[in-house]
């Protein structure tokens, strides 16, 4: 990835350039220190002046008025604020006229933002004071105030801090009072611009120490770079939170936001003091100090999937190579190319206008549609269809180009949804609320309803990460997520009533990704590189789950890598100093699970048998429990050295009902409330009761031998045996009461016991013979 850069040959201001801001995708407004507000139409390339301001009017900072109001859209900015060297801030429209002028500060006033609803305005000033004022400029209050200058502001994400500077300090303030203020030493030079991002929350500062940094939102540092030539006078994100630019004196860098560089460009133009990215994030804007205003696009962007490389070579052209015959391949599109994605066969790429998808199979025929809103911020892919998130919504599209569903819920912001906190899968759409971070929205891809009893799946902290797997039934789609204290979790999407378990994997997980042809999840975990193999493991059978990873040292990634794809079985892994590293996992797990997914159970016997390792033995006893073929767990158990669990399976065999078994095989993945319900049902009180009493469930026992009026005598007996064995006292309320006046006759109960397994023999031998629950005798 690159900058383009263009520069005219005379600049279009005569003194220094102190601001820009873009209204459109193709407009931009510039301010000089000859007091000039310049209008740039990049279409035409044509420059006009739009209003010369009052001669004692030294322009420092520019912020135009935030677009998407609630639900009125308006399709462009319509004013901006326009902090000056007087002291005051002007309220300016579009054609020039200044509305308002307000006196704000005593001294210059060196920035001035809205908040993203366009609510609220903040301003900071050389006296140090940070103000806070309202839509149409009445001062609200004054958040703080200090002995140094404020270079620079900006909101939190959700509109409810503010981050300023303060000398070499960066301090986050919340707008609620007694709120806890977070301060810390950032540089060692004075911070002269500061940007926070509200889709990955990250903050971004810049000084006279010659070093940009970037920082979380707790004030922990992610990325320092070498100290520059000169001092970093400006930093800005990219509207989506994937990229950031970094200008300096005759320096413009585009770098990914984990911090490490993309391009460097040196333009004539001195120091860039300001820089703006339009609004599809698809190009930058510097405000220069030798009069120019420089221009960069963002060209060279590559996908990659598989065989194929898709480069954006121009604004408007892309190139695909496949890399296994050399073929290459132009696709010419009619506007710019602002979003792409590229998986499961399909290219999809947004236009500022239209939608194209290609098929990798035929690059001359693409499907094209026309986009609602324009703007796309996010393409997600899953195997049958793709999701579009942009201003307006979520929208989700099959690969022949037909709208499915668009799925809301209250409070949604698209704007701020990036691949960590969506996720979609064939059919399922997972979306993380921004205003409650604890949860987790569920809709059917189809229709867009909410999933099953329509309650969102909570957690008990906040979420970073969401990720559905892809493979399957519906009926066990699973979510797996990282909540913030890193650690990785595994729940069910299907929820009716009943409380599904949210369970968890593995501790300190950073990244995930699952594998796109089978449910198997890898993740990188503090120091490891780790792969579940079968993370439905969990549900079946917990105690092999260890024996079900595979693991690996992941010193080599360095810190805070990430995983880019996980693509059969190739694992990509960007580090941070953004080299890609490529990992092959072992085949044969992608091969048990196709085998197990069409029942060819003798076949995954037979590869087991000849990988010889433990861990696939480990995933086909729990596939094989999960799919209830005991016969299958039986060897897998065996071959694992789980000689217990054999015998268990070895007694289950022996059960005279369909019914008995199938309870016990609940009990064996430990649902015992599932199994004791599928007894009661068939009528099969006494063996209800038995394996309570075997558990030492004594209160469930007698409960259910009251509840039946059958066998107390029996649990009475078994319990009175039980505490002999330990030679102690009934302390029990409840079994005092009835074990008054009862005399214990093992002669009987035994004859009992006999009696109601004849009776179960008989009545499963009367039933027609039925299908046998994988079990052979």
């Known amino acids: 990835m690159r900058l383009k850069i263009s520069l005219l040959k005379e600049p279009k201001h005569q003194e220094l350039v102190s601001c820009v801001g873009w ?28 209003v010369k301001l009052p001669d004692d009017i030294y322009p420092i900072d520019l912020h135009w008025f935030p677009k998407s109001l609630g639900t009125k859209k308006q399709t462009q900015a319509e004013s901006f604020v326009l902090t000056s060297s007087d002291g005051k801030f002007h309220l300016i429209s579009k054609l020039g006229r200044v509305e308002k002028s307000v006196e704000a500060h005593c001294g210059a006033v060196l920035a001035g933002r809205w908040n993203y609803e366009g609510t609220a305005l903040v301003t900071v000033g050389e006296d140090g004071q940070i103000k806070i004022w309202s839509k149409t400029g009445m001062l609200r209050s004054t958040l703080a105030q200090q002995g140094t200058p404020v270079y620079s502001v900006a909101w939190g994400p959700d509109s409810e801090k503010v981050l300023y500077t303060a000398g070499k300090q960066l301090i986050i303030k919340p707008l609620q009072p007694n709120a806890k203020v977070l301060q810390w030493k950032a540089h060692d030079g004075i911070i002269l611009k500061v940007d926070w991002n509200s889709v990955n929350d990250l903050i971004l500062s810049a000084g006279e120490d010659c070093k940009y940094k970037v920082w979380d939102s707790y004030g922990r540092p992610l990325y320092s770079s070498q100290p520059h030539e000169h001092p970093i006078t400006s930093v800005a994100w990219a509207p989506d939170g994937e990229l950031f630019a970094v200008g300096s004196f005759h320096t413009l860098r585009l770098c990914d936001k984990t911090g490490w560089s993309y391009a460097l460009e040196k333009p004539n133009t001195g120091s860039i003091f300001n820089i703006a990215w339009s609004v599809d994030g698809t190009q930058v804007a510097g405000a220069c100090g030798n009069g120019h205003v420089v221009f960069a696009h963002v060209v060279e962007q590559r996908w990659e999937w598989k065989n194929f490389q898709v480069t954006l070579t121009k604004r408007r052209t892309m190139q695909v ?25 399909h290219l999809v790429v947004s236009t500022s206008l239209q939608c194209y998808v290609f098929s990798t199979k035929n690059w001359n025929t693409p499907l094209i549609f026309d986009l609602k809103e324009g703007t796309v911020s996010l393409i997600l892919q899953a195997e049958r269809h793709f999701l579009l998130v942009d201003g307006g919504g979520i929208y989700l599209y099959s690969y022949e180009g037909r709208f499915l569903s668009s799925p809301k819920f209250p409070g ?14 064939n059919d399922t759409i997972a979306i993380k609320d921004k205003a409650d971070e604890k949860i987790i929205f569920l809709f059917e891809a189809s229709t867009g309803k909410p999933l099953g009893d329509g309650k969102p799946l909570s957690h008990k902290n906040e979420i970073l990460e969401i990720a559905l797997d892809q493979k399957g039934l519906t009926n066990d789609r699973k979510i797996a997520f990282i909540d ?3 650690d990785l979790y595994i729940t069910s999407v299907k929820r009716f009533g009943k409380e599904e378990q949210i369970i968890k994997l593995g501790t300190m997980v950073h990244t995930l990704a699952w594998s796109d042809t089978c449910n198997i999840l890898c993740g990188l975990q503090d120091t490891r590189f780790t792969v579940w193999y079968y993370p439905n493991t969990v549900y079946v059978d917990r105690d092999i789950l260890p024996k079900t990873l595979y693991e690996r040292d992941a010193s080599e990634f360095s810190k805070n890598p990430h995983i880019v794809s ?6 990509t892994v960007r580090r941070a100093d953004g080299s890609l590293v490529h990992i092959s996992i072992s085949p044969y797990p992608v091969i048990l699970h196709e085998y197990v997914s069409s029942s060819k159970w003798e076949d995954a016997v037979r590869l087991c048998r000849f990988v010889k390792e433990q861990t696939i033995w480990a995933c086909l006893a729990a596939m094989a429990v999960a799919n209830q073929d005991m016969t299958t767990a039986e060897i897998a158990y065996a ?24 309870a016990h095989i609940l009990m064996f993945s430990g649902n015992i409330q599932e199994a004791e319900i599928v007894l009661l049902q068939a009528g099969l009180v006494y063996q209800a009761i038995q394996i309570n009493i075997n558990l030492y469930n004594w209160e469930r026992a007698l409960e259910l031998a009251v509840k039946y009026k ?7 007996a078994y319990r009175q045996k039980f505490l002999e ?3 102690k006292q009934e302390t029990n309320k409840r079994y005092l009461q009835y074990a008054e006046g009862l005399q214990i006759d093992w002669e009987k109960i035994k004859a009992k016991i006999e009696m109601e397994i004849t009776k179960e023999r008989e009545r499963s031998s009367s039933s027609q013979p039925s299908k046998n629950f994988g079990l052979k005798h």
């Open 725 to 727: 064995t330990f030679g």
């Open 412 to 425: 949604m912001r698209t704007d701020i949804l990036n691949a960590q906190t969506v996720s979609l899968s």
């Open 566 to 571: 996980f693509v059969g079985n190739q694992v």
């Open 710 to 716: 059958t066998h107390v005598d029996t649990v009475l």
């Open 639 to 662: 071959a694992i050295g789980e000689i217990d669990k054999v015998q268990y399976i070895n007694s289950i065999k022996n059960l005279p009902s369909k019914e008995s078994k199938m």
């Open 321 to 345: 190579r496949n890399v296994l015959n050399d073929a290459v391949d132009l696709l010419e599109f009619r506007d710019r190319v602002i979003k792409a994605s590229l998986n499961y066969a």
């Open 23 to 50: 209204t459109t995708a193709e407009e931009l407004y510039s301010c000089s220190d000859d007091h000039q507000i310049m209008k740039w139409n990049l279409l035409t390339s044509e420059t006009s002046q739009i």
């Open 484 to 486: 913030k204290n890193r």
